[in-house]
């Protein structure tokens, strides 16, 4: 089994679990945005459900992955430049040598919102922020 297909580099494996947050919210959001229609257009004196919303505001996620650097051609730049690879443990080598076997990587990620809502003003009047709580 070749390893290096595997293997993912660091700054990509943060990036894309970023963006897999964002969009488990968006589709929270989207879901949330049907509820919001489904009750307005419900005929009026039925038993319906209003819209919860839903929001991530605090995503920790806690990796131990072992690690190694390799020369890789930068594509701006076009010049070899030494990069962090991260790939899961392999189950068989903690298995008969423990974690310590190789060199391990703890990754750590914790993802906050900015802590700050826009409010859309009226049609004229500059938009307020309001922080959240």
Known sequence: ?????????????LANTVESVVKAQDRLDRH???????????QLGTL???PLWYTFTDVSLEVELSASIRK??????????????SQLLNP????????????????SIRMAPKGVVPIKAPTGQPASQTPTE
């Open 48 to 50: 319906t459900l209003p």
């Open 92 to 107: 068989a080598s903690v298995g008969l040598y423990g974690y310590q076997a190789s060199s391990a990587l703890k990754v």
């Open 1 to 13: 089994m070749d390893n290096t297909q595997q293997s993912v580099e660091l700054g990509q494996l």
């Open 72 to 85: 890789s051609i930068d594509p701006d730049s076009r010049k070899e430049q030494p990069r962090l690879y």
């Open 32 to 42: 949330a945005a049907e509820r919001v229609r489904a009750y307005e257009t419900a």
